[in-house]
């Protein structure tokens, strides 16, 4: 390690430990007998640990590289940091007079801190029991105090930001329920950008807009529901206009060429993660429309089954028939190239989807976006085809929680004809993935990116006849994955004069 | 010693004047609905932001080749539409745009289908094949304010269309009484049916590929006799070894 990397580290340590001793000196200051002492150092922290979390994170959420020991080391300690203020927060918000006129800093800022710390969940794991209570108590006393919509002016990422406490409020609960794992960590400081950058907008009604908006149900200890509240209890409702005219402004921002915010450190991701941010929120908005079936029952379950993943290994072990490749067998190649099978616990299944828990693996991490093959059991026809859409720590030695949604249940490797695919010298490697209607319109191809990039008209072998199709459209994606819609050019018998007069078609009927 | 009682006083009003709008006189009357609060007494003000290196961009600077919103517009647009477009540039490629926007419909992605011909339109405003997909898009998602909207843009940009007419029929369907599309004549049974459409989307009249996918479902299915499908028995599955 070089001197200035070295000294770097120093100056971040001592910093580090800077903010320590301030953080346990209000600690202390709370458990004693005058907690509001130290309501006035709790606000003018923000300013400064501000700007040291987000230069902490800068450099481990800009890398392209796997998490180090160090990064995960800071994320801990940044969710620590917050976690702790927060409780500060909250305990000397309780202790000061409610006309105390630092009560609307200590609250907003309290809030902030909840809100941080949730964020740091994607990477060190759900920390529960989340203080849903405690939100919904500061948004009790704000609504009671008539301040839940008084601007106040926060430094957060170098700037001067306008929220209200009713702002944060939501912003809380809202980077709770997408901390869930289906964001990644770039993507979940890209998502409060925009809350923060829009949170003016954020007002909560008291009676239930129409659909399936989001909820807070305030004399709960939960987090955002959806629907109507059934019981009368007192709830907020996040009407839906405001947030789609939101949604409407950052795509017409990005039709014009500007990513939003301007500044700060979502501003520096790539776009391709912004337009993953905005999916996630395309799809929020319409499951609050209503436009989405309510979630399929989960059944628990407690087995262990051989993961596969990418389309290369699913192809060539998870759907190779069952006469060459037992189930849970172990084939010579394994042994000679110590190939280490991928064992994951599935815990629950419901008819879309699967959740894992995943021990630590020798084969490399699985991640968000990836595509996963499981064969149900060595009996089982069934192969389970979906993807990673879900990927959450679950215990500090680096196990992880995976949610898969299942694309297809029969999914099928489809022999090529040689020469017919694409520039490269081998031809592709394609998964049928049958959709559920009948009239084939909803079939797709697993094919890779680069394949799907540079291919022209593909032949493949269907029963006994020959079938000519091209790839037309993307259904779904992923890494390094492309669930392809395809039309079909042609289609002919195996032995017709067209096809004799290819060899490549010939063997391909072959073979099939 | 009058004078000076009144030296006093003067001061003390002038003084207390001054005081007084340095509390209250500095916010407009108007802007006190929600009141700002500005820890002033706490926070160290976060450090002034550096000025711009450039003008700030306007709405449309992506139009200038190489820009950087060129660059980004370009990027989201790979990003949002992977498979149609690799850059904004290729959205001029009608055959393949206009038919990807009726399969973004067909498979209930109408916002998509309405945005891919945004951006396409926004790049060239003068083909009228993608402003007609649009019209004819929104037609068929029965959304009135966004036929009228793009009706209203068509007749401004290209008023000697001779697709007017067919426009304005349709208008007259989804949005009657909307003044733009004048009164057509119309028999009280034909306006109760939902009119044919042009086939601006360019569907397919040969349904010779939609029997061919149903065929090669089929036949995909019945060939793979160990890939049967079933739904998530628990009792199937093992522990592996």
Known sequence: MSTAALSQLASLNEERLSFEGRIQAMEAVVAGSNPKACAGDFIDLLPHIGPFITALKRPILMSQLPWTAEDSVATRWIYDVCHRLAVVGRETGAAIALSDPSGRMLAAHTLFYMGEALKCEIAIGVQKPHDYAGLHAIMKWAISHRCECARIALALDGAVAACTIEGLYFRALLLADFAGGNLSCQQIEILDAWIVMWMPMIRSARICPPGAPRRADLDSEAGLRRGPRTDGGPSLYLPQPPIEKAYRAIVQALHEGQVLPEKGLASEFPVEEHVAVLEVIREALARSRGDYAPRHDRRPAS??????????????SALSTPDRRQFGARRPTDIIFEHKRRLLHLVDVSEL??????????????????????????????????????????????????????????????????????????????????????????????VSERDFAQAGPISVCVGASIVTLRFNRVRDRGRGWILAGFEILDARAAGSRSAEADPGLTACAARH | MDFIVAFVLTYFLVALAIANRGWTGLAPRGARAAPVIADNS???????????????????????????????????????????????????????VIPAARLFFEEGQGDRAIELLDLATEEYPDSDALRLAQLEIAFLLRDAALFCDRAREFRQVLPQSPEWSEIARLGRHIAPGEPLFGHGIQSPERSECWPATPNWIQMSWDLAAEVLAAEFHRESRRGASHCAEGSLDMTEMEVVS
Do not use: C
């Open chain 1, 303 to 316: 087995v262990i089954v051989e993961a596969h993943v990418g389309i290369e290994e699913i192809a060539n």
């Open chain 1, 353 to 446: 989807g699967l959740g894992f828990e995943e021990a630590e693996t020798p084969r490399g991490e699985i991640t968000l976006g990836d595509i996963i093959a499981v064969r149900l059991g060595p009996a089982s026809p069934v192969v389970a085809l979906g993807k990673v859409v879900r990927r959450i720590p679950v215990t500090e030695q680096g196990g992880f929680s995976l949610g898969v949604r299942i694309l297809s249940k029969a999914p099928q490797r489809v022999v090529v004809a040689p020469g017919t695919a694409t520039k490269n010298a081998a031809a592709p490697v394609l998964i049928y993935v049958p959709g559920e209607d009948d009239s084939g319109r909803h079939d797709g191809f697993l």
């Open chain 2, 42 to 96: 706490h926070v160290t003000p976060p450090p002034p932001r550096p000025a711009p290196a450039h003008p700030p961009a306007r709405a449309d600077a992506w139009r200038v080749p190489n820009s950087p919103q060129a660059r980004t517009r370009d990027r989201y647009v790979a990003a949002r539409f992977p498979g149609i477009a690799r850059r904004a540039a290729d959205l001029a490629k009608l055959e393949r």
